[in-house]
């Protein structure tokens, strides 16, 4: 990327020629490994590990990204963007899948967007009478906003209400329009009735945000004050732990006023964590874990719909960049910065290698501008090669690739017993383990792992055994490992329920 691009993002970029770089002679390896935590759910939400988090949003089943799928009770047939979008919605498919599947964007309580497969939205034609439902609008606006009237007796079923102030009807299977006046009884003889199914929902920062709203800044504050405290780094301290890895979100370099939706005082918190690291003398890994656009569609990098859409254009590489230098300008004299890494989680099938490593040079660059001895760490992307990353990053000085391992989000797993998830940590994870770790190559970072299986009816030694064997294994990657994460309301994710409670032994 051209870096006199970066300076048309981020105004704060205007202020970094002041700030010196601090030059570092050290080693191109650590004189010993590193034993992190993740602080997951911190900076970075993600509504599976604290759910209480989203429990004051109003109407929270309607939220950024949630799926939503409607059949029409007279066509008995599913509501389609024909071709995926671009053309005519309608009423004729007996089955529903991605086609069949729409998006919301919030813009209220009360009234959303839905975003389609190809990625235009629903609205009315500009076409004719203007009451034809069509898919084609990328920008939408006001004729592609509808409300979701729900029957108070029967939340599957709802009819949509356009912003000409009629109802949806598919009045026939290819013809669905927004001119229904009528009331309803709620019937299956009502063209304007549908039964609508939720097939899935996301809730990452994006969503708690939005949903909020006004009262978004105040909830944010009161969750960055309390899930993660001093205390937390004290008891880090006094473990065999020695360093903490923070995800953090894009947004964070714009503090105190980010973008919409997304709140400032998530940098305060930021600068807490390193205050706390200094005196309690941990590490920190600075892990920009949401990137503008979203890198992989899902909630933990606060994508708004599932869409990836980062990397598609200079744009988000660029603020990108820009986000990691301004990280690496501040907290570059610190003496707890370890490493910055440059992104989580890039998957494969959203982001091209080629994009990536140009990307992961920019970063790099942008890191070396302020320290010579802060590590930079690169993440695999998700279902890419093992050892993708190898030879590019075999060239950058204190470079690490990261990989995460998990016996869990893959079928394989599924029917395990707790003896083969374990022989599998100890002979396909070490083999993996092994293909990445070369002599003259980057170091190796096991950024994520957990003592947690699909495996029902698990003893506590059972577990003991697990968490041991990866512990083992893991404990030669040539950097270090961090297990996912220090708090959850899922004990076995919970670093710190597990050692509390005797399941896991450093």
Not at 404 to 415: E, K, P
Request: net charge negative; charged share 15%.
């Amino acid at each position: 990327m051209a870096s006199h691009r970066l300076c048309k993002w981020l105004p704060f970029l205007s202020m970094l020629s002041c700030l010196p770089v601090l030059a570092l002679a050290a080693r191109s390896t650590p004189s010993s490994t590193f034993k992190a935590v993740n602080l997951g759910g911190w900076l970075v939400t993600e509504g599976w590990i604290e759910p209480s988090l989203f429990d004051g949003i109003p109407n929270k089943d309607f939220l950024d990204g949630t799926q939503l799928q409607f059949k029409s009770v007279t066509q008995q047939m599913y509501l389609c963007a024909e071709s995926g979008g671009g053309t005519i919605i309608v009423a004729n498919r007996s089955s529903a899948s991605g086609w069949e599947t729409f998006k919301l964007w919030r813009i209220t309580e009360s009234t959303f967007q839905f975003r389609v497969f190809n990625g235009q939205f629903v609205g009315l034609s500009d076409q004719g009478n203007g009451v034809d439902v069509v898919a084609v609008s990328t920008s939408p606006g006001e004729s592609e906003t509808f409300q979701i009237v729900v029957n108070a007796n029967d939340s599957s079923r709802v009819r949509i209400k356009s912003t000409n102030g009629w109802f949806l009807q598919a009045k026939s299977d290819v013809l669905v329009t927004a001119d229904y006046r009528e009331s309803t009884t709620w019937g299956d003889d009502d063209p304007s009735v549908f039964l609508m199914t939720k097939v899935g929902m996301l809730q990452g920062e994006f969503q708690v945000t939005n949903g909020y709203g006004t009262e978004a800044a105040a909830v944010m504050t009161e969750h960055w004050n309390t899930f993660i405290t001093e205390d937390d780094f004290k008891f880090i301290s006094g473990t065999e732990l020695n360093a903490v890895r923070i995800p953090v979100g894009w947004w964070i370099a714009s503090d105190p006023n980010p973008p919409s939706p997304f709140v400032g005082g998530s940098l305060g918190a930021l600068d807490n964590a390193f205050t706390w690291a200094d005196k309690y003398n941990l590490k920190v890994i600075i892990d920009l874990h949401a990137a503008p656009g979203s890198q992989n569609g899902y909630e933990h990098s606060a994508s708004r719909d599932g869409s990836i859409e980062w990397g598609t254009t200079d744009s988000t590489i660029d603020q990108t960049v820009a986000v990691i230098e301004f990280l690496a300008a501040r907290y570059a004299q610190r003496q707890s910065l370890l490493a910055v890494e440059l992104l989580n989680e890039p998957r494969a099938s959203g982001v091209p290698l080629d994009t990536l490593k140009n990307y992961y040079r920019a970063g790099y660059d942008a890191v070396r501008k302020h320290t010579t001895g802060a590590y930079v760490i690169m993440s695999n992307r998700l279902s890419g090669s093992n050892t993708e990353l190898l030879q590019f990053a075999s060239g950058l000085s204190r470079s690490v690739v990261d990989v995460h391992y998990y016996n869990l989000f893959s079928d394989i797993f599924n029917g395990m017993t707790v003896q083969q998830n374990i022989d599998y940590v100890n002979n396909n994870r070490s083999s993996e383990l092994n293909t990445v770790i070369t002599a003259n190559g980057p170091l190796v970072f096991v950024g994520e792992w957990v003592a947690e299986w699909a495996v029902s009816g698990a003893s506590k030694e059972d577990y003991q055994r697990f968490a041991q064997a990866q512990l083992d294994v893991y404990g030669r990657a040539t950097f270090g490992w961090a297990y996912w994460t220090l708090k959850n309301v899922e004990n076995h994710w919970s670093l710190r329920w597990m050692i509390d409670n005797g399941y896991i032994s450093l």
